[in-house]
């Protein structure tokens, strides 16, 4: 069982930045894959940003070059800093730990992005 707790959200105008964080109740040591998702309303959940314990990332497309995933295994928190944000980035952010057998979810926190 993993608890995950997402938080930093909020309203920002275009071109600022936020930083969202995902607390894990579980050690960040045993979870190979952590990422974060969005969704915007009305729309299907999709990738933002994933990250293994060794380190690789993988982006969606439209983030590369403003986010950046990363986290911290001694705090077993997970971070996601966004820059330059644009209102297409409104949605709700979701933390995921992925293991081989079942996916864990954060209740999500929302950002807002306003032109």
């Known amino acids: 069982q993993v608890q995950l707790v997402e938080s930093g959200g909020g309203l920002v105008q275009a071109g600022g930045s936020l930083r969202l964080s995902c607390a894990s109740s579980?050690?960040?040591?045993?979870?190979?894959?952590m990422g974060w998702y969005r969704q915007p309303l009305g729309k299907q959940r999709e990738l933002v940003a994933g990250?293994?314990?060794?380190?690789?990332?993988n982006y969606a497309d439209s983030v590369k070059g403003r986010f950046t995933i990363s986290r911290d295994n001694a705090r077993d928190t997970l971070y996601l800093q966004m820059n330059g944000l644009k209102p297409e980035d409104t949605a709700v952010y979701y933390c995921?730990?992925?293991?081989?057998?079942?996916?864990?979810w954060g209740k999500g926190t929302l950002v807002t992005v306003s032109s």
């Open positions: 995921n730990a992925h293991f081989p057998s079942f996916d864990y």
């Open positions: 579980r050690s960040l040591f045993s979870i190979n894959t």
């Open positions: 990250i293994t314990t060794g380190g690789y990332t």
